[in-house]
Structures are given as C-alpha cells and as structure tokens.
C-alpha cells in the first residue's frame, strides 16, 4: 500500500451503526426491545441497579447501549462482555486508580498516548491526535520502569500490566469528562443524543519497521483490552504519514481488532488528508500540521472550543483546565449533586489525582447549558452523568417534520427562483433542505471526486448539489448511512472495490492496497453455533417483558 496511493478503508457487516444510528434517541423497534431485554438480563445477573426516584441507576443508558452496539444488539453476547468488563473493572479498582493515580505519573502517560485537542467533529464528537512516533525504544523503557511503581490507592488483579493500567487512566478521562463535556454542548445536530465515541488522527510518519516491531506486544495488548472494555469509544481512526512498508505493518495490526473496529480506520495519502478530515471536521479544528487552522502542537493541552468558553464558569480566577484527571458530576437546582435536567445540563468538574502523595478533589468549573427550542423530552430515555454519559429520548420523540416556507412552490427550481426553498425542523431548529445530513460523511475510497458523489456531492464549503443532495442512496441496508459508506452499493452505476478477507487471507498478498475483513467473517463470528442456549435466554427476557418474537 503506497502512501501515494488513495484512502482505504474496509468492509464491515456493521457500517449500519455509524453515529448517529444505534445511538440514542435513533433505535429501531429491533433495538428498542433487544435494549429492554439487555437491561434485564444485567439487572437479574446481579450487575445493573436501575434508577429509583431518590437513587441515580449504577450505569447509564448510553454506557449499556455501547455494549449492546458493540455485540450488534446481540443480547448474550453483549451480557457476556459487560459481565467480564464489570468483573475486571472491580478487580482493578478503575475507579480508585482513576481518582487517586499520580498526576506526574498520569501526565507521563498523556504523553504517549491519544490526545484530546479540545476541538470536535461537525457532528460534535471529540477529535484526538497521536504521533506514535514517540514511543521509541528507549522512551518506552524508561516508561515501564516509572509505571512498575505507579502511585494509587487501587488494587490490582495481578494480571493486568501496570503500563496497560496507566493507559486506562486516561480511557477512564475520555468517557468520564471528555465525553460528558462534549454531550453537554447542545450547539450540535442531535443535541439529546449523547456522545459516547471519539476520532483519532493517527500520525505514523518518521516511524521505522524495527520502531513497528518493537511496539507490536504493547500495541496489540492494549488494543485487545480496550476493544473488550471500552467498546464503542471508537468512530473513526485516521492513520496518515504510511510509510511504503505499512502494508506489512498492516497485515499485523488488522488481527489486533474485530471487524467492527477495523472498518472504523482509514488509511489516508497525503493526497487524500486533507479534503478527507475536511469532510469531517471543520478546518478551524484541523491542526496546521494536517493542513487545518488550529494552533495545537501533540503535547499541548487541549485547547478549548470557543463555544464552550460561553457555557464554562470558572471557579475562582481559573481560566483554564489543570493537568491530571478529572471528571463531572451533576448539579440539581440547589447546586448539589442530582440527576441530569430533562432541559438542559448542569455539570460541575471536580479534579482529583494525587499530588506529592495527598490527594486533590477541587472544584474547577462549572458548565450550563439549554437544549434548543423544541427538542424538550417526551416519553424518552433520561439518565444521569454518574461516571459516564447522559441519555436522550427514543427515535419517536423528536421532532423531525418538513414544512414548507409560506408561499413556497413544489419546484425546487421555482423556489430557488424566489429566494425560498424547503426548510426542516430538526431538534427544534430550522433547516435548509440544501444542507447535507450529518451522517453522510464518508473518506475518499476513490479520491475526492468519488467523495463528492458518496456524499450526494457535498462540496467542502459545506454545500450540497445534485440529485443525491438528500443522502439517499439506494441498497441493502436499514439506514442511509450504510448505503453511503458501503463500498459495495453501486454510486452511478459503479462499485467501490473492497476486499474479501477470506481471499486475502488465502493468498497472503500483503501489498493488496484494499485490506481488511469482510462481511461474512463478522456474520460468522455471531452464527448460531455460537451462541448455545442464547435462544432460551432472549426468548425469556422478551417474554417476560411481552415482546414478540
């Protein structure tokens, strides 16, 4: 796979949950009931307590939901994850090692590791950036050496390696405060819908084969346990800078994921980088480095998004968030700590972390915000930002009616003529028809002009033309979102070539510029077989709650 070449990405049987779908507020009847179920079986299993009137649930829904997507709303399979997440998370004290860890020691990890720039995607998910290239041999090290003596008041299954341990310190930030932060800011499409994901701009340029090599256990560690307990934190992965040799990088890293997360990464030339992160983020949040406008060098704190500095009070003469861990907690009317308005939020973030071994617990700001004009809660789901996300109400209960501007003719033509055309109330706001969905966000399989045409020719100044304008695209799946990112549905009579895993596998061509697994290898993977007394198991869940087969 040349770096010159054009972006790739792979083929998965799940591109139907891109966000916002099987999020939130945008189930299908399948879902809503396999979601019902699942909670069930975690409530009788012993390891979900729902809320009560005085009492916030032990887990929200968004945290269960991530899950259930995860397992493709299998309801076993997702039972058997989130059992092994709860028993490892307890066995390792996450929570003690996430409020009592080190703050140099946390620091010296952030380093390493992902990094949030403060700044979100357009649909506003977080945007992180990582430069592997610094985890050279001897940085990794002296790395492990400082993290054998990590400084924490948790205990530890023995089995878990502390550097591993340190890296879930900063997973626990990414769903703790980054996450909540960005769910609280309501100047998004979907705004009752919580953020439960992030992308990641992996930058692998100046890395060398041997660098690849020696970070290969560590990498692969770290992938295995985050996949298995931090599911569905993962939107998109940009890897740019591919040295001409990745494709034997590749061959490697592929088998580290599920096929869920692996069609979640793009392989960008340098051709490709910049109209391609285009299409998802707007060039104010894009560093310079990769061609955007923001000042953000890897290292630096995240620098904050400008919409949140009108929602952020700050505690005392702060301006700005400190170093270590932190996280929110909700506020009720009285300012003490209570459940998640059904209009709004009101959020308070506490630091915590150790410094010179006593520990920190200070107030650091406090954030409000309003949902938009119409989009008040109905019949929906509400949770509360304990340790994780908030929740939003089902699909049904948001307001999604086209009307038309008064006086406005059929023809599109004749309304443009007139300087009127179609609005839409989405989230209680008006809409232009012209303007693009969200979710029709795609890389350039085929360069930017293969883009434009996924994208119902969506221009990079935001704009939409032609006869896809709307995102509707003919094809097998439930959602216009799979329709558009499978590369397999024909876009003006042609198909995106996208390899099947069981050919390459069989071949062994690790310089085939298309990679990664197919859709029969994920179907596989959920068979029947697989799942022995599964069936008995849904079958009651749905009976005792009066769902049909």
């Known amino acids: ?47 979900y307590k729902p809320g009560t009137g005085d009492e916030p649930g032990t887990h929200d829904d968004a945290t269960l939901l991530r899950f259930l997507r995860a397992r493709r709303f299998i309801v076993p399979d997702a039972l058997n994850q989130f059992t092994d997440t709860e028993d490892w998370r307890k066995a390792n004290q996450l929570d003690q090692l996430y409020e009592t860890i080190d703050i140099e020691h946390y620091e010296e990890t952030r380093h390493l590791y992902p990094q949030w720039t403060g700044r979100r995607d ?56 980054v996450m909540p932060l960005c769910t609280a800011l309501v100047d ?22 041997k ?3 020696n970070l290969r256990t560590h990498m692969q560690d770290a992938s295995t346990l985050a996949t298995a307990h931090y599911p569905e934190t993962l939107d998109r992965i940009f890897i740019i800078g591919a040295p001409a040799f990745f494709p034997t990088v590749w061959g490697w890293i592929k088998r580290w994921f599920d096929p869920i997360t692996t069609s979640k990464i793009f392989i960008l030339s340098h051709h490709d980088l910049l109209p391609t992160l285009e299409s998802f983020i707007e060039p104010a949040n894009i560093p310079k480095k990769y061609g955007g406008q923001l000042d953000y060098t890897f290292g630096d704190k995240p620098v904050v998004d400008p919409a949140m500095e009108h929602f952020i009070k700050w505690e005392g003469d702060r301006k ?13 009317e009285e300012g003490e700590k209570g459940e998640a308005g059904k209009t709004g939020f009101d ?46 109400p089902t699909e049904t209960d948001l307001p999604s009616t086209l009307l038309q501007v008064p006086g406005q003719q059929q023809s599109k033509e004749q309304g443009k003529a007139e300087g009127e055309e179609t609005v839409a109330i989405q989230e209680g706001k008006l809409i232009p028809a012209s303007r ?21 020719n969506l221009a990079l100044n ?88």
């Open 320 to 332: 700005e968030f400190p170093r270590g861990p932190m996280y929110w907690v909700n506020l009720d």
């Open 436 to 456: 693009p969905e969200p979710i029709s966000f795609v890389t350039a399989s085929e360069g930017i002009d293969t883009l434009n045409e996924k994208t119902g």
């Open 211 to 213: 660098q690849f090599w």
């Open 1 to 47: 796979m040349s770096s010159d070449g054009p972006a790739h990405r792979v083929q998965s049987a799940v591109v139907e949950y891109g966000y916002p779908q099987g999020h939130l507020g945008h189930l299908s009847s399948d879902e809503e009931a396999a979601f019902k179920n699942f909670k069930i079986v975690c409530e009788e299993k012993g390891y």
């Open 122 to 177: 357009r649909r506003g998910i977080p945007v992180y950036v990582f430069e592997v290239k610094h985890l050279n041999s001897k940085t990794m090290a002296a790395y492990e050496k400082s993290a054998k003596e990590t400084n924490s008041k948790a205990q530890t299954d023995g089995q878990t390696s502390p550097k591993l341990l340190r890296l879930f310190a900063l997973y626990e930030n990414l769903i703790r405060f």
């Open 462 to 549: 935001g704009e939409a033309k032609g006869p896809k304008a709307n995102g509707n695209i003919n094809g097998p799946h439930q959602t216009a979102t799979a329709n558009l990112l499978d590369p397999s549905v024909p876009v003006n009579g042609k198909t995106l070539e996208t390899e099947n895993a069981h050919q390459h596998h069989a071949a062994g061509d690790v310089t085939d510029p298309a990679v990664g697994g197919g859709v029969e290898e994920a179907d596989k993977a959920h068979s029947s077989e697989n799942h022995d007394g599964g069936e008995g198991l849904v079958e009651k869940v749905k009976e005792k709650i009066g769902v049909s087969a």
């Open 188 to 209: 998004r499409d979907h705004p009752r819908t919580p953020i439960t994901q992030s992308n990641n701009i992996v930058d692998i340029s100046g890395v060398g084969l």
């Open 347 to 392: 959020m308070e973030a506490l630091a915590v972390g150790a410094e010179g071994g006593k520990e920190r617990r200070e107030k650091i700001c406090r954030i409000e915000t309003k949902f938009p004009e119409m989009a008040v809660e109905m019949n929906g789901h509400v949770g509360v930002v304990k340790k994780e996300q908030l929740t939003a």
